[in-house]
Structure formats: structure tokens, C-alpha cells
């Protein structure tokens, strides 16, 4: 008799990581084929793991050192994340016999290696190392990144699975970390479309401010300074702009509205969705960029950078328009193209909401990712062959 499929998922619980796993939650706990018994990292911590875990969050207060990573601030934070994963993983591994485990994000692997050459082992990411030294940092040091890539390739080599959500994660993987094609498949996140309703805007509306909205709880990284600025220079007269942030914004303008305590998927967060025109963000560095589809779905048009997954989700001229990080010229001429035509800004709409229905759909996205449980769990394991880190494709920083 076959042991019936369970995983042990344990996942990263902030910003869009946390719309992923309550989402993901809510799917699997309805499946009738493979139970999932699903934890946040932080989890159930103990004293001893609180204490390591403040001391390797502590932060060089020095804005150039934090900007170069010279503190390697990150990976000690993702040292941390992986130590109370992997406290958790033991535990729960002692109570129940699993069939598979699965981590979301990789770093939540980089200390359990040894669990997961125990037990058939699933992965899913939506950014790399790699591509986060390409953003976040010089070409002069990227170097300060490297312990989080050998870590990194440590867990694609071992798991038996790595799910990316984006082609360009995906490729990322392969290329940057060595990793053989048939071992990693794009699983795109998706959307609850049946909370994210596209609503049909009134003709009496196009003799009304435009409603501009914003979503991004990284103010800065998210690009909100220069779409503030863009505002307030161009478009007082003309539109409103709601900020959904948590950072602290010193605006006082009455057109100029700031929603510090939003969550996603509550009344107050689809009601912005719904009363909005068009969706800006024009982000400086992005892992995947949950909101794009979020809007998309409510059917608005998109403004964005043309980065990482971003050109996955919005085509420019079609769904949205694309602009490189930092251009307040061009962020200051797509937002009047779309103010001036509000029948291009309903195509727009209605093009992006049929393409999260065909592309990211959650519940579709989620059988995908059920089907790969399932078969990772049904198939013989055993302990990976780890090749030396000596491939001149390994562990590359590219420009």
C-alpha cells in the first residue's frame, strides 16, 4: 500500500511572501490528493533562536556600507530566516512521516541539507542571488554576494525540484548556478480571481480626476519618490494619487492620499483596486512584482520598469507601458498618455485581465505546483550527486 502523499511546506512570511503562503494555504487545504501541513518560518521560535536571530539582523548604520552589502547584512538575515527554518523543519520532521518537504524561499534551505538529501525536496523562489547583485548592487561588489550563491547552488543541487516564478528566475538558476534545464520549471504565482473582480468604470467618470494608485511597502525601492515627485510637478490638476506604503511620507497636498496599514485581499485594499484608473510603480529593483497582477486583475493599466519578471506579466503598448528605473522623463510622459486617453486606458485594463485569467490564475497555478508535490513525493530518492563548484558558469557574478 502506497503512503499517502504530505508535504511539509514552510515558507517566508513577509510583503508578497506572505500573500503567496496564505494563498497557497487556502488552496491546499481544500485538496483532497495531497495533504500539505503549511508553517511560517518564525514559527514556534525558541528563546536561543530569537537571540541568534536579532544578532544577525543587526545592521552596520552606514547608508554607502548597507548600499554596497560590505556588511553582507542580507545574508546574515537569511542565515537567520534558515535557522529558524530549519529548527521548525526538525520538529515537525519528528511528529509526522512526510513524503516531501518543500521551502519557499530557497534561502529557508541553506541550513537543511541534510534534511532535504533525507527527504524528496521542492523549491520555490521568485529571485536569485545572482540577479539581486545585478540590481542591488556596483559591478565591483558583487563580490559580497558570494556566500549567498554558494548556498544558494548547495540548495538547487540538492532539491529534487526547483520551482521559479518567472522565466527570467528560471533562467537565472540554470545559467548563474549550474543547474540542469529539466530540474527547474516556472510556476507562475497567480491571483484569487474570484476576490479580484475587474469592475466597469462609468462614462461619467472620464470628466473626473484621474485616480492614480500606488502599492509598494519599499517606498523607496519601489520607485514611490519618483513618482511623488512626478505628481506634484505635473498632474495636481488633473489626477489624484493614492500611496499604499508603509513608509513615512511627509505630504500633506489634499490630492495626495497615504494608506500606511493596508492588507491585502481586505475590503479597504480591493476598494483602491476598484476606484483606481491606472497603476504605477516604477520600481528600481524587483523580485517579482505581485501587485502588477493584482491590478491587472482588477483591470487597470500599468506603468512599470522594464526589469526582471516584470516584462512577463505587463506588455508594453498592449497591457501597459514600460519605462527604464529612474526616468521621471518618461514615468512623467506615460502617466499623461494614459490620463489624456481613458479609452486606451480600458483596453489596456481589459487586455491585462484576460491575461492573469490565462496566465495567473492562482487556483490553476496551484494544481500545477500540487501535480509537481505529488510527483516528487512518489518518486525514489536518493542522496544527489553534488559536483565540485569548479564550472566556469558556477557561482558567476555577470554584469
Known sequence: MNTPTRVLSIAEGYLGHRTYGDLMRN??????????DFYWYN????????IINRFLSLQIPN?????????????????????????????????????????????LGFLSLDLMKSIPTIVSLDMTAAQAS???????????????????????????????F????????IEDYNIEANKVQVVYPGVNL?????????????????????VG??????????????????????????????????????????????????PEWLALYHQADVFVMPTYAEPFGWVFIEAMAAGLPIIATQLSAIPEMVSHGETGLLIQPGDRVALAHSIQTLLQNPTLRRQMGDRGRKVVEQKFDAQKNFHTLESLFIEVADKPHHQPFAPALTSKGALSLKS
Open 63 to 107: 547608508p554607502w556600507i548597507q548600499t554596497q552589502n560590505l556588511d553582507l547584512h542580507w545574508f546574515r538575515i537569511q542565515l537567520g530566516f534558515a535557522y529558524l527554518a530549519k529548527r521548525l523543519a526538525v520538529r515537525k520532521l519528528k511528529q509526522f512521516e512526510y513524503t516531501a518537504l518543500h521551502f519557499h524561499t530557497q534561502i
Open 166 to 173: 518567472s522565466e527570467a528566475a528560471q533562467r537565472s538558476v
Open 134 to 164: 545585478r540590481l542591488k548592487t556596483t559591478p565591483s561588489w558583487r563580490w559580497t554576494y558570494t556566500p549567498n550563491l554558494y548556498l544558494e547552488q548547495k540548495v538547487y543541487e540538492t532539491a529534487a525540484s526547483v520551482v521559479a
Open 194 to 214: 474570484d476576490r479580484i473582480q475587474a469592475v466597469e468604470k462609468p462614462s461619467s467618470r472620464v470628466s473626473q480626476p484621474c485616480q492614480i494608485l500606488f
Open 27 to 36: 488552496y491546499f487545504n481544500q485538496s483532497p490528493n495531497c495533504q500539505t
Open 217 to 266: 511597502g519599499d517606498f523607496e525601492r519601489k520607485g514611490g519618490p519618483d513618482l511623488l515627485a512626478v505628481f506634484l510637478e505635473n498632474f495636481t490638476e488633473q489626477a489624484e494619487l493614492h500611496l499604499v506604503t508603509q513608509a513615512a511620507i511627509a505630504c500633506s497636498h489634499p490630492r495626495v492620499h497615504i494608506y500606511p496599514n493596508i492588507r491585502a485581499y481586505t
Open 43 to 50: 514559527e514556534e521560535r525558541e528563546l536561543p533562536a530569537r
